[in-house]
């Protein structure tokens, strides 16, 4: 495997399609979080997200059915009595109810200005909701009616949960604690003992509960909540506490923290899930079937108690390598045998059977028509027809392979870990064994020629023939880090980064290196240069431009989300950029913008979303739908309604967008954006915080 997923935290968001300037192509499903889920048994669930949208499957996530968008923002909470009647809830203080298993849903609710967090329903007519502003209502008649029973004060209120019709809990900010004995008509205050934040409360009968947030704090009660005993887990925060029986409980948290009680929380036993992902929900159904959904797509279950757990990532796959053999014909390959096709400059992408479900470390055309691609566990894969389909050639390599290159149809190489360098001269057919480099692991090669080509390895190694292979010569980098990309424009000038920021380069064909300080944040993962100046970089933190040979870098996105993993230039305007949960990024001007376009669900209406996060710095994205194709034009102004920036201003069909800005060259301050799209004219304000 040619890269480990990086570890990553909270609350950024994208989609999966770009346009005009940088576009998010739209190969891969939608890409989101997953804030609550809900399971009345291992089969039936619902699952809602941050871009107001529910999934539900009926037969234990094989499959599943997404809502319309029933918001522009986040949903928060959601709630089934039985197989068909739920509600949600959300930003706006906006609660949902269906009666047909989330096949259509209704407005029941809304307060524009606060949110709402949680929801809880003893029956299909007596709920509760809170939120912010302390806010607690109640709906005594399937949820047709809201009323305000508790509110007015600042802090805000996370969970809710209600043991009987009349005895009930809700917890919050500075460790706010209050219970209700009469339904929640009233609430009286529980000395908690902490300022921390409560994320979570569940009671197994009238006296026994629990409490999870902030700082692993885990708080304890067997009189009902008049006394609470403090405990810790960890430093993260904790997300969300349930119970399966009165003896077995789980908790869940940052980093994919699970943890696990079969003794009713007097120990608890932290569960490996196969994620290091904020989980946001954990839903129990039995004491075996756990479900739970987080950040970046995560969504898993465990039918054994959570000793094993099953993936459902939506085919949201990790791209590491994409390549393009003209304007219109490139590909892209990734983890679990994945290969993807586009024929019309990334605006489509097909996926292609490889045969395998290994890691497809990378790939590359010598012609229209011929193709390789490199795996694990020493596969290649060779096409004849455009990738449409791939066969396995026969090697003697049985080391994972990270990178191959093809000079034309006849002459390459492939390198892998342990050292593994092959030569092909037959287009495959046969590989010679150059494998003399002492076990470092090879990631990445580049050629110039039959004759000159460069690889880069473990250990801060640069390897150099020029007898085509019959000698490799081992210069160091001067870095002790892997370096996992190179790149040369020509005989002299090259370029290779790797881990812990490792960025060198080098005029005088890698005899030498010479370290550049950089402003880069994140790891570098991939290189791209067009000419000796400019070039561009993809990392953990997003896509990096510089015009002066790498001298200095200019963050083009923030890319907080996930790792970008590979780019590649055709020309110093058109290139595309893949990473993880299959992001492919596309641009025809360098970069300046970048806009995501989700084109799976056509949305009802016009709609535009506050932007997120606000007060942001100095990145922050503006999500607009559009019902019908439309001349859409995308405006900043400043406080006195100068306009400073058009960030879109062109055709864009039916569907919703994501606009991703950068403010670095802005002063803090109120800031004004305008969608106009047809006769829809649109005006939110945002907050630039520096």
């Known amino acids: 495997m040619k890269y480990l997923l990086t570890n990553l935290v909270l609350l950024t968001l994208l989609p999966t399609h770009v346009s005009a300037q940088w576009f998010a192509q739209d190969s891969i499903p939608f890409v989101t979080h997953y804030?609550?889920?809900?399971?009345?048994?291992?089969?039936?669930?619902?699952?809602?997200?941050?871009?107001?949208?529910?999934?539900?499957?009926?037969?234990?996530?094989?499959?599943?059915?997404?809502?319309?968008?029933?918001?522009?923002?986040?949903?928060?909470?959601?709630?089934?009595?039985?197989s068909l009647t739920g509600w949600v809830a959300g930003s706006n203080a906006r609660i949902f109810k269906t009666t047909n298993s989330g096949g259509n849903w209704v407005q029941q609710y809304e307060s524009i200005g606060y949110n709402l967090f949680a929801l809880n329903f003893r029956d299909s007519n007596t709920g509760w909701a809170v939120g912010e502003g302390g806010s607690i209502l109640k709906s005594t008649d399937a949820g047709n009616t809201w009323i305000e029973k508790y509110g007015g004060n600042s802090e805000v209120l996370y969970d809710v949960y209600f043991f009987n019709e009349s005895i009930g809990w809700v917890c919050g900010s500075n460790g706010n604690i209050l219970k209700s004995t009469d339904g929640g008509e009233s609430w009286t205050q529980s000395i908690s003992g902490t300022l921390e934040v409560l994320s979570s409360i569940r009671f197994i009968d009238q006296n026994v509960g629990w409490v999870v947030g902030n700082n692993g704090i885990i708080l304890n009660t067997t009189d009902g909540g008049i006394t609470w005993n403090s405990s810790h887990i960890g430093s993260g925060w904790l997300s969300s506490v349930v119970f399966s029986s009165d003896s077995v409980g789980w908790i869940s948290g940052i980093f994919g923290l699970v943890y696990k009680t079969t003794n009713a929380g007097v120990t608890w036993q932290q569960i490996k899930s196969n994620t290091s992902n904020t989980i946001f929900s954990i839903s129990v159904p039995s004491d075996n079937d756990v479900w739970i959904v987080g950040e970046f797509n995560s969504i898993y279950n465990s039918e054994d108690g959570g000793q094993n757990w099953i993936q459902h990532f939506r085919e949201s796959n990790s791209l590491v390598d994409v390549k393009f053999f003209d304007e219109n014909t490139g590909y892209c390959s990734g983890w679990y045998g994945k290969i993807f096709k586009s024929s019309d400059g990334g605006n489509s992408w097909q996926s292609k059977s490889s045969g395998n479900n290994k890691y497809h470390n990378a790939?590359?055309?010598?012609?229209?028509?011929?193709?390789?691609?490199?795996?694990?566990?020493?596969?290649?894969?060779?096409?004849?027809?455009?990738?449409?389909?791939?066969?396995?050639?026969?090697?003697?390599?049985?080391?994972?392979?990270?990178?191959?290159?093809?000079?034309?149809?006849?002459?390459?190489?492939?390198?892998?870990?342990?050292?593994?360098?092959?030569?092909?001269?037959?287009?495959?057919?046969?590989?010679?064994?150059?494998?003399?480099?002492?076990?470092?692991?090879?990631?990445?090669?580049f050629i110039l020629d039959e004759q000159y080509a460069w690889i880069s390895g473990s250990n801060g190694d640069v390897f150099k023939t020029t007898n085509g292979g019959l000698n490799w010569i081992a210069y160091y980098s001067g870095d002790i880090n892997p370096l996992r990309s190179i790149f040369f424009v020509d005989s002299l000038f090259g370029w290779v980064v790797g881990d812990y920021y490792a960025f060198f380069k080098t005029t005088d064909g890698g005899l030498t290196w010479i370290q550049i300080p950089t402003n880069l944040i994140g790891l570098p993962f991939s290189v791209f240069f067009s000419n000796r100046n400019i070039g561009w970089l993809a990392s953990s933190d997003g896509i990096f431009k510089t015009s002066d040979g790498g001298a200095s870098w200019e963050e083009r996105i923030s890319s907080t989300i996930y790792p970008l993993r590979s780019v590649y230039f055709i020309n110093e305007n058109t290139g595309w950029v893949v990473g993880d949960l299959g992001l492919i990024l596309k641009t025809t001007n360098g970069g300046v913008t970048f806009i995501a376009e989700d084109l799976d669900q056509i949305p009802n209406d016009y709609f535009l979303c506050q932007n997120y996060p606000n007060p942001f710095n100095p990145n922050t994205q503006i999500r607009f739908s559009i019902p019908t194709s439309n001349f859409v034009c995308l405006k900043i102004y400043n406080l006195t309604g100068e306009l400073l920036e058009t960030l879109l201003n062109e055709e864009k069909s039916a569907g919703t967008y994501t606009v991703y800005w950068n403010a670095s060259k802005r002063t803090s301050g109120v800031y004004y954006y305008q969608l106009e799209a047809g006769s829809y004219v649109e005006t939110k304000k945002m907050l630039l915080l520096k």
């Open 363 to 445: 790939v590359n055309f010598s012609s229209p028509d011929i193709g390789f691609l490199v795996a694990d566990e020493g596969t290649i894969l060779k096409s004849t027809d455009a990738g449409n389909n791939w066969f396995q050639l026969n090697s003697t390599i049985v080391q994972n392979l990270n990178g191959i290159k093809l000079l034309n149809d006849s002459y390459g190489w492939a390198v892998g870990d342990s050292g593994t360098i092959f030569k092909t001269i037959n287009g495959g057919i046969d590989w010679e064994d150059q494998s003399t480099i002492n076990q470092v692991d090879l990631n990445d090669l």
């Open 35 to 82: 804030h609550a889920s809900s399971f009345i048994n291992q089969n039936c669930g619902w699952i809602s997200d941050y871009y107001g949208r529910v999934m539900s499957t009926t037969n234990g996530g094989s499959s599943w059915e997404i809502s319309e968008e029933l918001q522009g923002n986040g949903l928060y909470s959601i709630f089934f009595v039985d």
